[in-house]
């Protein structure tokens, strides 16, 4: 009797997840190492609810920004027509926030993606919106970054390492320019091989989005949720009676979404917390607060999300009734 086996790629996914797992695993171990517990309790007894009140407000706030980003680039590759409301693009975002903070992120646009598809989109353009407005924010945050450690804050040096990170993120800048700029030739050559040319198909929709009359509206709101994603930090410094600046905010926001962006972690956990505490302890303030002031920063982000559960129960109940029986769903 022949033995079943797991697809190859299913079971490189759950290497990958353990392996994610693990890292996790061990960034909070080594931390707890090098803390003392009950310093931890103090620190949260201390919090200022309130000031925590209003970060996780914050954070609720970009969930629907998000959702305009990504309607902006949907329409700037007319991707969806008039029956995909605004409202139904912000309810699958949220839905997406939510699966990224208890999945890997990946998972989160990988359900965006389906259940735009299911509005009626197809595969192709679905995944291109998606990866189109993963880049824009990442790219966003990237250039945020280099102007922000140009900025005189006491946290810019990053303990000796400003340079590095400001070469790494030049040249990241720097190739995704050159590519824009020569996306033309790139297309054209790209399109002469048979297994690229979903690349040169990529790189047009690229180039159509970030050239075309609705990039000023997509960057304009990107910026705004990172702005917000700097005050939820400075919120919970607040909190935590910090008294930080929004230019060591900003830095924070390097730090932190930096950190996130490596994606040898669960969406940045335990690494996140390393670097944090690894910089603050440069700067006289204790592992323990340090690494409360960054497990607040990913449980407000996480309850910022749980909307999008909510909206991923209602979603689910309305395509299900929306269908008639023996019909194709498309909802």
């Not at 693990?22 to 080594?30: K, N, Q, R």
């Not at 980003?69 to 693009?89: E, N, P, Q």
């Not at 699966?99 to 995944?127: C, K, M, N, Y």
Request: proline share 4%; with cysteine; hydrophobic share 60%.
């Amino acid at each position: 009797m022949a033995i079943e086996r797991a697809p190859p790629r299913r079971t490189n996914k759950l290497i990958i997840v353990a392996a994610k797992l693990i890292v996790t695993a061990a960034c909070f171990w080594y931390l707890g190492r090098q803390i003392d517990l009950s310093a931890v309790s103090s620190a949260i007894q201390l919090l200022d609810l309130r000031w925590t009140a209003v970060a996780t407000l914050m954070a609720m706030i970009e969930v629907p920004l998000v959702g305009l980003r990504w309607r902006a680039i949907l329409d700037a590759l007319a991707a969806i027509d008039r029956g995909v409301t605004t409202i139904s693009i912000i309810a699958i975002s949220a839905i997406g926030v939510f699966f990224a903070q208890v999945l890997p992120s990946i998972a989160g646009e990988g359900i965006r993606a389906w259940l735009l598809v299911r509005r009626g989109v197809d595969w192709r353009r679905a995944i291109t919106s998606v990866v189109i407005d993963r880049g824009v924010g990442v790219g966003l945050a990237i250039a945020l970054g280099v102007v922000i450690l140009l900025l005189p804050s006491g946290l810019s040096a990053l303990g000796g390492y400003r340079d590095l990170v400001l070469m790494i993120y030049g040249t990241l800048l720097l190739s995704a320019g050159v590519v824009l700029l020569l996306s033309a030739p790139l297309i054209k050559l790209l399109n002469r091989m048979r297994y690229l040319r979903w690349v040169a198909a990529l790189v047009a929709d690229t180039r159509r989005v970030m050239l075309g009359p609705e990039s000023l509206a997509i960057l304009g709101i990107a910026c705004f949720v990172h702005a917000f994603t700097i005050l939820i930090i400075w919120s919970l410094g607040r909190a935590q009676g910090m008294v930080l600046s929004m230019p060591d905010a900003a830095v924070l926001f390097v730090v932190m979404i930096g950190v996130a962006l490596v994606p040898i972690s669960i969406n940045g956990w335990g690494l996140r917390e390393l670097a944090v505490v690894a910089l603050f302890g440069r700067y006289g303030v204790a592992p323990e607060q340090a690494l409360v002031f960054s497990v607040c920063f990913g449980l407000v982000l996480a309850t910022a999300s749980l909307p999008g559960a909510l909206a991923w129960v209602l979603y689910s109940v309305g395509t299900a009734k929306a269908a008639p029986s023996g019909a194709v769903d498309t909802a």
